[in-house]
């Protein structure tokens, strides 16, 4: 039997169980359309269990020897290296990731995995001074509690493990909602891989669900403390504001519109290289990725040339193929979404250097020059294997319309100087942008997260630890003090 067979229900209570919801959810291909599991989706009654159960699991796991959390962890990596042909056939047949796709997303679930693994031994606390004699101020770690953990459908394997992960790690209990085009990848896949690794059980829930079944029970529950929510700046909005209402803390990671910007004494063959691989990578469905390419205009013309003939050889089709650079996207809808943007685009003025023809749900790669700041495919994040270049004249001009964007979530320059890229960066109004490399990274000590509508709130390393914890303050007095009355 295939290894994602027995991965088609919600994982509560430490058991696997069918929804109660009323609806059936087919898990399709989006190459080839096939359906090759089905879910019964969860209702609100099975949200409402997945949080008690995590509630309860998480007081006994806060006693668990740090020591022996770790290694729980561990098991967990160690499972992951030993079934990755496995986890790669899912990527493939959930998502139309390619092979080379699968396996940066594991490398990078591996990475975060590695990192929440030390967060048992991390959560120290310190002893502060006090301006009264004969006091001490001590500040403990703590969990927050329970963790509500909301899952996209493009990285989802890494992205929900990017909270599930040091979540547990930090002590906290789980619930979480994958996204309904990715239950395996993001949900249910990780629920096996924690119940392999001897997590306890009921401290990590999976709820495969959609809104029109839930509405929103899943963020309003009153167990949750935190709402971690990676995807469309569109519904972060909501589920911020919801969040928020309810005396949660928000966490989220959202759309970006980044731009790679080259400059004028930039290397520019490593340049064509470095933005098509931050454009076309998992067929531009990554929110890190660069949908903006501005050039300075004495080398505009030679980047068309090179980057049409590099755009131009990649190839497109069977996600299985080893060979594929360029699979499906997710599904119809964002198919066209993409051929209606495409299409207003041109008609606002962008000329197509190269206009790829769409197949199913397999988009062939556009590229749109002499693109301006104001057209839609500027202003909107091209989810999908579309992309814009525009010309500039000064670095003042390029900073000017790198930030013409409501978004701010990452960013590269190229440039032979260094030191002007580093000045340069400093003026994009971005939470991450990188000095000759591509715009799509994600390393787990360093800090992520966007500005302006691409997110609140920052993960990985030591910023993941803070976000997932909090501080509480227990004062010892070892006198008695004087009162004033």
């Avoid at 020591?67 to 561990?74: A, M, P």
């Amino acid at each position: 039997m295939a290894f994602y067979k027995k991965l088609n229900k919600s994982f509560i209570e430490g058991k696997w169980v069918e929804g109660n919801g009323h609806r059936l959810l087919p898990n399709t291909n989006p190459y080839n359309g096939e359906t090759f599991v089905t879910f019964q989706l969860a209702n609100e009654q099975d949200v409402d269990r997945a949080y008690k159960s995590a509630k309860q699991a998480q007081g006994e796991w806060m006693k668990v020897n740090p020591y022996q959390k770790r290694t729980v962890l561990e098991k967990a990596l160690t499972y992951i290296e030993e079934h990755e042909e496995e986890i790669t056939e899912i990527i493939i047949k959930e998502l139309g990731g390619t092979r080379l796709k699968a396996a940066f997303e594991i490398g990078l679930v591996i990475n975060i995995l590695k990192e929440a693994a030390t967060y048992p031994l991390r959560m120290e606390g310190r002893i502060l001074p006090s301006p009264v004699d004969g006091k001490e101020n001590r500040l403990y770690r703590k969990p927050v509690g329970v963790v509500g953990v909301i899952s996209p459908f493009n990285f989802p394997f890494f992205l929900s493990m990017k909270s599930v992960a040091p979540a547990i790690g930090a002590g906290n209990g789980v619930v979480l909602k994958p996204h309904e085009h990715s239950p395996i990848t993001g949900g249910t896949l990780i629920a096996e891989i924690f119940d392999q690794a001897g997590l306890p059980k009921g401290l990590l829930n999976v709820v495969v669900t959609d809104i029109e079944e839930i509405g929103d029970a899943f963020i309003e529950h009153s167990i949750p403390t935190i709402i971690s929510f990676t995807g469309s700046t569109a519904v972060g909005k909501h589920i911020g504001q919801k969040a928020i209402q309810h005396f949660k803390k928000p966490i989220l990671e959202l759309g970006g519109n980044s731009a790679f910007i080259i400059l004028d004494d930039a290397d520019l063959d490593y340049a064509v290289e470095a933005a098509t691989f931050s454009r076309f990578t998992h067929q531009g469905q990554i929110c890190m990725s660069a949908n903006r390419i501005l050039v300075h205009s004495s080398l505009y013309e030679d980047f068309k040339q090179k980057y049409k003939a590099k755009v131009s050889s990649l190839k497109v089709g069977d996600p299985s193929d080893p060979e594929t650079v360029i699979g499906p996207v997710i599904n119809e809808k964002q198919a066209k979404g993409l051929e209606t943007l495409i299409n207003k685009g041109i008609k606002e003025g962008a000329v197509p250097l190269l206009k790829g023809k769409i197949e199913g749900n397999v988009v062939h790669p556009t590229i749109l020059t002499d693109v301006t700041p104001a057209m839609c495919v500027a202003q909107e994040e091209l989810f999908g294997p579309v992309v814009t270049v525009m010309p500039f004249n000064t670095d003042a001009e390029a900073i000017s319309m790198a930030n013409d964007t409501t978004f701010g979530l990452s960013g590269a320059v190229h440039t032979s100087n260094i030191d002007r890229g580093v000045q340069f960066a400093q003026n994009i109004e971005t939470g991450m942008i990188h000095v000759n490399d591509i715009t799509i990274n994600d390393e787990p000590i360093v800090a992520f997260g966007g500005e302006k509508h691409s997110g609140i709130g920052r993960l990985n390393g030591q910023w993941s630890l803070e976000e997932f914890t909090t501080m509480k303050w227990v004062s010892v007095n070892y006198k008695q003090r004087t009162f004033p009355y």
